[in-house]
């Protein structure tokens, strides 16, 4: 059987929280977005399972060489058989780029050296002569262990510092056959053993009978300073059946061929080891190199990852190490690629092997993991550190060295800022609004003129209209310009006023002569005496009116997303599995493979007394027409289901999903509308919710779809922010591919609170014709979810983290106000352009090419949104009726 890889990703530590305190240095960011960071963790984790799986395929090759070796007998483990795996690289690949060398080494006991390793020197004579070159002739092999010892007899050696006869000794482990042959031939003899610090490694491999890597090596072959290890696969044979390599746990061979039981342990004679050599630079530098090649950072200026080992057994000394060892590493800063030559690899790696953890490592954010690389325990340390640059406000002055300085960053001038953090020249400071730049300060506007947005380099304060001014400097919308004195404001510009009237700077014409004044004033007064009293009578009704209306919406919202309008509709997780994709809710209705629960006490009936669980599988439609055309998210959702239930210790078969395209009628629209009108409820309900997010492309659009596209679509956000609000945060979780779930974290859950400011179609159409906009359809639905949060009486931790939030961000999470910005036609524009190639060709003619585009027109109107309805919810609240409201729509349910 196929020899199990032993190389695991062992999660011993999450990210931000590297192993040794005072030693690695991380500091807190400044002004940098949650997103940002949490795009920062993705791809600090994807770079440690990047390099995790890297391991994992170099170490490959060399656990084939393993198996070939113990599926045949020793006799049949000749040099030919070895060449003829090996060479497999040219055709097949099966080398890991990181492999710069393969060899087996029989343990080779002093009284029984001459009779069992004979065939070192004979097997090769008998197939080197095909000219394959392979090896070379033996001629030259003679004589090369003759030029060794004096003679053309075959020795073992040892390195001193080159290849010199071994000595007498009671064992040894000598590399019997070695690939590439080029510049290794003196290798064949070489007994590994003779080194104190790998003869540890051995033996501690014989001992826990199990893979093992040396510490960090300077590889022979490279001219330069780059860093290696070994990784040893121990063989041994059955004391009752010496004639078979074998491993622990591994069954024997018989005689006649067939397998049989494993070998005890006890009954394991050491015999010798398959061994791979390995360039660090090609596992970590070259790969990270390969990825990042020509493409910008995922964040900030500079990013640093450094790789560092520790062994899991002692060294010489008998005791376990603590200390991390540098092994390699790679570093990228923004807008210039790293110096990968191999003198840029040579500093680097000399810079960082001095590197002492009593420094401290200098980023602003630093992300750390292990991954287990052998059966004793060693690790490998991966250490990513980001460099954010300046934040908002400032610019770099000086770029970062990664991992020892931080980008240096100048304050903008006065009365200046940036757009963002990341700015690298004092161009991107920009004047406040009101300012112009003057002799590279920013100076406010002077009287009479104005300044409506930041100021560029150079750019001017724009003048008031004719007959208009400001009242004061620095003024910063043409609204700020007034009449002048003796002017007025007629709506279309400033006149001078009437005869008998006049004006201050901004203020309206008034009458001279002190009697019409006088009349007018009593005039008013009793006018205002009489009509007074019917408004103020009238007044009161509309109030009585208004608060009838304002308790009927409340009492309405609650009920939109405590009552569903249109069935809760389910299909078990079994049944999903086995339908191969995603298909139609009236074609699975039809087959009778769906489960329709009218009310939320039914809901509550399956998980209570069923024992059912309910998941709400939340993604976005990748067509048009069709959720998920060419199968990109059916397997993800299988896998993630599956992983679920296993985390939750649920039953398959008592499993249930809503799904959209599964749960929500598709043909029949007044039915749609009904279950769409539903959605907070189904997401209130359910007692799990999962995100299915993989990487795709939207097959209408073109347009990338992934997790962070569902994260910025409102209604994605709506499902998350109903769940939160009535189940809390403990049970919701992501899949973004087929190999994990991950759960949501709080910063990302925080994002659906804001879904007012995430895309929707209708608005990114412009809301043709008399399409409405699903932020108003929105509003009655969060009304009901903010009245049950603030209604509430729970004391669990999550739902109180809820509540805390909207507290703190209520008037963003719900705005009184929006702007709809729809579209009223489109206009076609022609132009004349250069003549035609036709037109060139023909002498004396003169042509031109017609060029025409279209623009769309539009109009923007502010429009209500909640408006004063959050204030009427909590002022319900402070009479004590918002819990009558909510119990009698509960009672409904």
Same mark, same amino acid.
């Given at each position: 059987s196929r020899i199990a890889m032993r190389l695991v990703l062992v999660p011993v530590l999450a990210f931000a929280d590297c192993p040794v305190e005072d030693v690695w240095l991380k500091r807190q960011p400044i002004g940098i977005s949650r997103s940002v960071l949490a795009d920062s963790q993705r791809t600090a984790e994807s770079l440690v399972g990047e390099l995790s799986r890297t391991v994992e395929i170099d170490f490959n090759f060399l656990y084939l060489l393993a198996n070939m070796v113990m599926s045949v007998p020793k006799t049949a483990v000749t040099g030919e058989a070895f060449r003829e795996f090996t060479r497999l690289k040219e055709h097949g690949g099966l080398w890991g780029p990181s492999m710069t060398g393969v060899s087996i080494n029989p343990r080779v006991l002093h009284e029984n050296m001459d009779p069992q390793f004979a065939c070192i020197h004979h097997n090769r004579s008998e197939w080197e002569v095909d000219g394959s070159k392979f090896w070379e002739p033996q001629i030259d092999y003679v004589n090369l262990h003759a030029s060794i010892r004096g003679d053309s007899k075959y020795t073992f050696t040892k390195k001193d510092p080159g290849f010199v006869p071994m000595e007498k000794t009671d064992e040894y482990y000598v590399v019997q056959y070695i690939a590439p042959n080029q510049g290794n031939v003196a290798a064949a003899g070489y007994n590994i053993g003779s080194e104190p610090v790998r003869l540890n490694a051995i033996k501690t491999a014989e001992e826990i009978k199990g893979t093992i890597v040396t510490g960090r090596l300077q590889l022979v072959q490279s001219t330069f300073t780059k860093f290696g290890f070994l990784l040893l696969f121990p063989l041994f044979h059955d004391t009752l059946n010496p004639d078979h390599f074998t491993f622990p746990n591994r069954s024997k061979t018989?005689?006649?061929?067939?397998?049989?039981?494993?070998?005890?342990?006890?009954?394991?004679?050491?015999?010798?080891?398959?061994?791979?050599?390995? *360039? $660090?630079?090609?596992? #970590?530098?070259? /790969? !990270? @190199?390969?990825?990042?090649?020509?493409?910008?950072?995922?964040?900030?200026? *500079? $990013?640093?990852?450094? #790789?560092?080992? /520790? !062994? @899991?057994?002692?060294?010489?000394?008998?005791?376990?190490?603590?200390?991390?060892?540098?092994?390699?590493?790679?570093?990228?800063? !923004? @807008?210039?690629?790293?110096?990968?030559?191999?003198?840029?690899?040579?500093?680097?790696?000399?810079?960082?092997?001095?590197?002492?953890? @009593?420094?401290?490592?200098?980023?602003?954010?630093?992300?750390?993991?292990?991954?287990?690389?052998?059966?004793?325990?060693?690790?490998?340390?991966?250490?990513?550190?980001?460099?954010?640059?300046?934040?908002?406000?400032?610019?770099?002055?000086?770029?970062?060295?990664?991992?020892?300085?931080?980008?240096?960053?100048?304050?903008?001038?006065?009365?200046?800022?940036?757009?963002?953090?990341?700015?690298?020249?004092?161009?991107?400071?920009?004047?406040?609004?009101?300012?112009?730049?003057?002799?590279?300060?920013?100076?406010?506007?002077?009287?009479?003129?104005?300044?409506?947005?930041?100021?560029?380099?150079?750019?001017?304060?724009?003048?008031?209209?004719?007959?208009?001014?400001?009242?004061?400097?620095?003024?910063?919308?043409?609204?700020?310009?007034?009449c002048l004195a003796g002017f007025h404001n007629t709506g279309t510009g400033c006149e001078v006023c009437p005869r008998l009237t006049q004006s201050a700077v901004g203020g309206d014409c008034e009458v001279v002569i002190g009697v019409w004044i006088g009349a007018a004033i009593i005039i008013v007064l009793v006018l205002s005496s009489v009509i007074g009293t019917a408004i103020y009578r009238k007044y009161q009704r509309l109030l009585v009116a208004r608060r009838i209306r304002h308790e009927e919406r409340v009492v309405k919202a609650i009920e939109s997303v405590s009552v569903p309008g249109y069935p809760v509709v389910v299909m078990s997780a079994s049944d999903f599995i086995e339908l191969g994709g995603l298909q139609l809710h009236e074609s699975l209705r039809d087959s009778g493979k769906l489960k329709v629960l009218d009310s939320v006490q039914q809901v509550r009936n399956l998980r209570m007394h069923q024992n059912g669980n309910l998941v709400f599988v939340s993604h976005q439609w990748l067509g048009w027409d069709e959720p998920d055309p060419n199968k990109d998210q059916y397997p993800v959702m299988v896998s993630a289901i599956l992983q679920l239930v296993k985390l939750k210790g649920w039953i398959l078969d008592d499993t249930f999903l809503w799904l959209d395209y599964i749960s929500i009628p598709q043909v029949h629209r007044n039915m749609q509308s009904l279950a769409v009108a539903s959605l907070p409820v189904y997401a209130a309900v359910c007692n799990a919710f999962l995100i299915v997010a993989p990487a795709a492309l939207h097959v209408n659009t073109g347009e990338p779809c992934g997790f962070k596209s569902h994260m910025n679509r409102a209604w994605c956000r709506a499902e998350q922010f109903a769940h939160l609000v009535g189940c809390g945060t403990d049970a919701m979780y992501f899949a973004t591919d087929t190999e994990k779930i991950e759960p949501l974290t709080r910063d990302e859950m925080q994002v659906s609170f804001f879904l007012f400011e995430a895309s929707l179609t209708c608005c990114s159409r412009g809301h043709p014709g008399s399409m409405p906009c699903d932020k108003e359809m929105m509003v009655d639905p969060l009304l009901g979810l903010y009245a049950q949060v603030v209604g509430c009486q729970s004391d669990c931790e999550s739902k109180r983290w809820v509540k805390e939030l909207i507290e703190e961000e209520k008037d963003r999470i719900f705005p009184r106000t929006h702007k709809v910005e729809k579209t009223t036609g489109e206009e076609s524009i022609s132009q004349f352009?250069?003549?035609?190639?036709?037109?060139?060709?023909?002498?004396?003619?003169?042509?031109?090419?017609?060029?025409?585009?279209?623009?769309?027109?539009?109009?923007?109107?502010?429009?209500?949104?909640?408006?004063?309805?959050?204030?009427?919810?909590?002022?319900?609240?402070?009479?004590?009726?918002?819990?009558?409201?909510?119990?009698?729509?509960?009672?409904?349910?």
């Open positions: 018989l005689e006649d061929g067939r397998i049989g039981d494993s070998v005890p342990r006890d009954r394991l004679w050491p015999a010798g080891f398959v061994v791979g050599v390995y *360039s $660090m630079e090609g596992m #970590v530098g070259e /790969r !990270l @190199g390969s990825r990042f090649a020509g493409k910008s950072l995922p964040n900030g200026q *500079s $990013m640093l990852v450094l #790789v560092s080992g /520790r !062994l @899991g057994y002692p060294g010489l000394d008998n005791v376990v190490s603590t200390n991390w060892e540098f092994l390699a590493g790679y570093y990228r800063i !923004l @807008g210039s690629d790293p110096n990968r030559t191999d003198e840029g690899v040579e500093e680097f790696n000399i810079r960082w092997q001095n590197f002492t953890q @009593g420094k401290g490592l200098v980023a602003h954010e630093i992300f750390c993991d292990t991954i287990d690389v052998d059966d004793s325990g060693s690790q490998w340390l991966v250490t990513v550190a980001f460099d954010y640059g300046c934040p908002a406000g400032s610019y770099m002055i000086a770029p970062p060295t990664p991992g020892e300085k931080l980008t240096e960053c100048q304050a903008c001038p006065s009365n200046s800022n940036t757009t963002g953090p990341g700015k690298r020249s004092v161009n991107d400071c920009h004047c406040f609004a009101g300012h112009e730049s003057i002799d590279n300060e920013c100076v406010k506007c002077s009287v009479g003129t104005y300044m409506r947005q930041q100021a560029m380099a150079g750019e001017k304060c724009l003048r008031c209209p004719d007959s208009m001014s400001t009242l004061s400097e620095g003024a910063t919308s043409v609204k700020e310009c007034v352009g250069s003549p035609s190639v036709s037109a060139r060709s023909s002498p004396g003619v003169r042509q031109s090419m017609r060029l025409t585009h279209k623009i769309r027109r539009t109009e923007v109107t502010n429009r209500e949104l909640f408006g004063e309805m959050i204030d009427v919810v909590d002022s319900h609240l402070r009479r004590g009726e918002l819990s009558s409201h909510l119990m009698r729509v509960a009672s409904k349910a």
